[in-house]
């Protein structure tokens, strides 16, 4: 299983970024980044262009899992999702809709 990192860049040079702690990340597949931007990475390679805001919660959720794994708490890592239903993303939502309306 491969699991998304969120990190934040302090250098952008051409399809090459680097991180505050000298990571280099790999942008091909991510355009018009600046330093500043936050990407979320898998393997090295930025998939897309996060909001400081989605980056904070993705970090905190991380970081609860590690405190499970280890024995911990989540804490409130994971209160942004805690109060509400879960939701299909909308082409599973249409599917479903589809299905339903057939049924």
Sequence with gaps: ?????????????????????????????TPDLRPGDWVLTFLGAARERLDPDEAQKILAALEGLRAVMAGGSAGDAFADIETREPTLPPHLQAALAAGAAQG
């Design 1 to 29: 299983m491969c699991v998304g990192e969120p990190m934040r860049l302090s250098t952008v040079d051409g399809i090459v970024g680097r991180t505050g702690d000298g990571t280099l990340i790999d942008l091909s597949l």
